[in-house]
């Protein structure tokens, strides 16, 4: 596809139970990121991959999120024992590359409703 | 701790006007600048961009102003059509990477006929 994919759209999930977002970059773009935008809220970072690097997680909020990037391709965000707070949409975005001049491509996110 | 401020949530201007856009940031680190433009059940789209060595940058019916001292830079689209209605989020980054991009909350923009 042309753009950034993400699945599920929509995804809702009790309380305590795990969920697993998928995102699907521009092909060959090296850079993906995770954000996520709470009701009211600007866009938060989550996590960013740059090719075979160490991703940088500074941005999960706690341990039961976790993130994972098939070499360049498809990234998985995984968060555990849900809570409402999670309750966010999810926003994927990839890049050519993370210098300025290669601004980000976002998908369409996942909203998710924690219950 | 914002470091990216869009203090207007929402802003209402006529069909043919100009439309001004906010942002001030703390962080005097910032070097690159970015807005994004936002539809409802859309990921954000890139808009417009500026660097810290410049402080004007235009393209087409946009144009960013970038007031360093003030730390405040502002977006103007002139004129404003109804396509322009969405949500703008104002974005801030040190060393011109796209990683660590701080965002402000947005401004929804409402483009009255």
């Known amino acids: 596809g042309a753009g950034v994919s993400q699945s599920p759209s929509n995804k809702v999930t009790e309380k305590g139970k795990d969920v697993e977002l998928r995102c699907d970059p521009i092909s060959g773009h090296t850079a993906l990121y995770w954000y996520r935008q709470r009701l009211g809220q600007g866009l938060e970072f989550l996590i960013y991959?740059?090719?075979?690097?160490?991703?940088?997680k500074s941005g999960l909020p706690s341990d039961r999120f976790s993130a994972e990037r098939t070499g360049e391709s498809v990234s998985t965000l995984t968060i555990q024992r849900t809570q409402q707070e999670d309750s966010a949409v999810y926003l994927c975005a990839s890049s050519l590359f993370s210098r300025v001049g290669s601004p980000l491509h976002f998908g369409n996110g996942t909203r998710l409703t924690v219950t | 701790d914002q470091q990216v401020k869009q203090n207007s949530p929402s802003l209402s201007v006529q069909e043919g006007r100009i439309s001004i856009l906010n942002c001030d940031y703390t962080?005097?680190?910032?070097?690159?600048f970015l807005w994004y433009k936002k539809y409802p059940a859309e990921g954000p789209t890139f808009l417009i961009s500026?660097?810290?060595?410049?402080d004007k940058n235009e393209d087409g019916r946009f144009t960013v102003f970038l007031n360093k001292s003030a730390k405040h830079l502002s977006l103007h689209i002139v004129p404003s059509q109804p396509g322009d209605s969405a949500v703008y989020f104002c974005?801030?980054?040190?060393?011109?990477?796209?990683?660590?991009?701080?965002f402000g909350k947005g401004t929804h923009l409402i483009i009255q006929p």
């Open positions: 962080n005097s680190m910032f070097d690159y």
């Open positions: 500026i660097s810290s060595i410049k």
């Open positions: 974005a801030a980054s040190v060393g011109g990477g796209a990683d660590g991009l701080t």
């Open positions: 991959f740059q090719g075979n690097s160490a991703p940088d």
